[in-house]
């Protein structure tokens, strides 16, 4: 955001048309969104905007007020791009509400030949200003896109009691490495909140499983091991169970059982308990 | 350096490690251990590690050497709560720590010495 | 950025210590803290044991999507490592048969970049970063 010496006059231009400017930009920035937004709204917000803009352009180089103004307007604007992605605008029409501003300030200037020069280095500013806004949005967006998977990894990830002390992890989906992870926190912060010394990991919700999702399912039962319990895992399907032996995977000692219902039969004879008639 | 303090309690040796492993510190306790054995000849020790936030290989392989030492003197050990994050982390490094038994907690594994002897 | 000697295993606690409380300014989850923490007392001991002394640096750095981490930079005057290929494969060990634990600490983390050669030194940067 460099910004000229001569920026001066132009920010008194500014200063002094403030009003007329100001409401022109709010226009053209409301035309901007079809609507979606108020002229009264988009007016209260680009006012700060504005007085930040001729504070950048009135402040002496480096240091000092135009260097507090340029920070303040940085964050300003991120602010701006961060509601803007919440709220679902669309990129371009956030960074147009930027660019809208030379236009705004063009058509009253128009006329002023001498400002022109001027007109050119206050153009160049915001363009950068402009260019930001669509990062902070770009940014923005990303990080909502992130904790959105990561709520429906959370969701899909179940711990639930079958018994005293026996409790299943139905997996459904892919087991990659990140959900690897939050499964392995679940499970054992479960383990620690019920005491339960038995787990069934089932898998009968799991497509494909290979060398990869097998060290996974390993991996969990090692992390359990170590807070004491014990695994099962279930929900082997006959196709699956192919491919595991063909890929030549071994369970070592880890018992393996066809469904849930077997698991929780094998679990409770292992805490010397037996279903009977009543 | 700090010694980590061993409690016995009936036949079983007791050892709540409470401050951050210093090499030197876990060492001295395996010595103490191994002499406390003797002495008393306990046949089961519960190393409570619900405290301790960090477990790395060294010590990982330490506290295994703890359960090859406690099965010289013909006793049993037990390592008490280990937390989640520690679990997961050394499940990541590969140490499986096999040679140790776990339990959730103390009373667990007062539970599982007991229904080995 | 903070700079820790380590000369003594008294410094490898203090040095997890630290990364410890930058790990947690940095925003990384528990599991990920101790994580973090784990490897650099992994790295440390071997600064300590292997190369005879060491430096480690800490701090905490920001992506260029805005995301917040812990770097930690270690460096020793110590034999340095022949092979890195080799001693970066599981179950490579060296010395007293205890192993160096480099590629377990290499799983622990999300950035990790070693520099060795034999007869000068070694250096091990990691990076982990909050999701």
Redesign the interface.
């Known amino acids: 955001m460099d910004v000229d010496g001569s920026q001066a006059r132009m920010a008194a231009f500014l200063r002094d048309h403030q009003d007329k400017i100001v409401g022109r930009w709010s226009e053209l920035v409301v035309a901007g969104v079809r609507g979606r937004s108020s002229v009264v709204e988009a007016r209260r917000e680009l006012e700060d905007i504005y007085s930040l803009i001729i504070a950048v352009m009135s402040g002496p180089g480096e240091a000092g007020p135009g260097e507090q103004a340029r920070v303040e307007l940085r964050a300003v604007l991120a602010e701006f791009s961060r509601s803007r992605a919440r709220s679902g605008f669309a990129p371009g029409e956030t960074a147009l509400g930027v660019f809208s501003l030379k236009e705004a300030v063009y058509e009253l200037i128009a006329d002023a030949a001498d400002l022109m020069p001027e007109f050119l280095a206050f153009s160049r500013l915001i363009d950068n200003l402009g260019l930001y806004t669509f990062e902070s949005y770009a940014a923005a967006r990303e990080r909502i896109i992130t904790d959105q998977a990561t709520s429906m990894l959370e969701l899909s990830t179940p711990v639930v009691r079958l018994w005293d002390g026996i409790i299943a992890v139905p997996l459904v989906g892919t087991l990659d490495s990140a959900r690897t992870q939050l499964v392995m926190e679940k499970l054992l912060e479960t383990l620690v909140a019920t005491g339960a010394d038995h787990a069934v990991l089932d898998i009968t919700g799991v497509p494909t499983v290979d060398t990869e999702v097998a060290q996974h399912l390993l991996k969990t039962v090692n992390a359990a091991r170590l807070l004491g319990a014990e695994c099962t895992v279930s929900g082997i399907r006959p196709q699956v169970a192919q491919t595991i032996v063909s890929l030549g995977i071994e369970f070592g000692d880890i018992a393996t059982k066809a469904t849930l219902a077997d698991a929780l039969a094998h679990a409770l004879s292992r805490a010397g308990l037996k279903v009977g008639p009543a | 350096m700090e010694r980590v303090p061993i409690l016995k309690i009936g036949s079983t040796l007791f050892v709540s490690i409470q401050i951050d492993l210093q090499d030197e510190t876990v060492i001295r306790l395996q010595e103490d251990l191994a002499t406390e054995l003797v002495a008393t000849r306990a046949t089961g020790v519960i190393i409570d590690i619900t405290a301790v936030e960090i477990v790395d290989s060294f010590i990982g392989r330490m506290l295994t050497m703890i359960g090859s030492i406690s099965r010289l003197f013909d006793a049993e050990t037990v390592l008490v709560g280990m937390r989640p994050a520690v679990a997961i982390t050394l499940t990541e490094l590969g140490l499986s720590l096999r040679g140790v038994r776990t339990a959730l907690n103390a009373e667990k594994g007062l539970e599982l010495l007991s229904g080995s002897s | 950025m903070d700079e820790l000697p380590i000369q003594s295993?008294?410094d490898?606690?203090r040095v997890?210590?630290h990364v410890?409380i930058l790990a947690a300014k940095s925003g990384l989850s528990?599991?990920d803290?101790?994580?973090v923490?784990?490897a650099a007392?992994?790295l440390a001991?071997n600064a300590l044991v292997y190369g005879g002394g060491g430096m480690a640096r800490v701090e905490v750095v920001t992506s260029a999507?805005?995301r917040n981490g812990v770097r930690v930079d270690f460096t020793d005057d110590g034999p340095g490592i022949g092979d890195v290929d080799l001693a970066l494969t599981?179950g490579w060990t060296s010395g007293a048969g205890?192993?160096l634990?480099l590629s377990?600490?290499r799983?622990?983390v999300d950035e990790f970049e070693l520099t060795s050669k034999a007869g000068a030194g070694t250096s091990v940067v990691i990076v982990k970063w909050s999701?």
Request: glycine share 18%; proline share 0%; aromatic share 0%.
């Open positions: 295993g008294d490898v606690v997890r210590q410890r528990l599991v803290q101790t994580k923490v784990t007392s992994e001991r999507t805005g599981d205890l192993g634990g377990g600490a799983r622990l999701r």
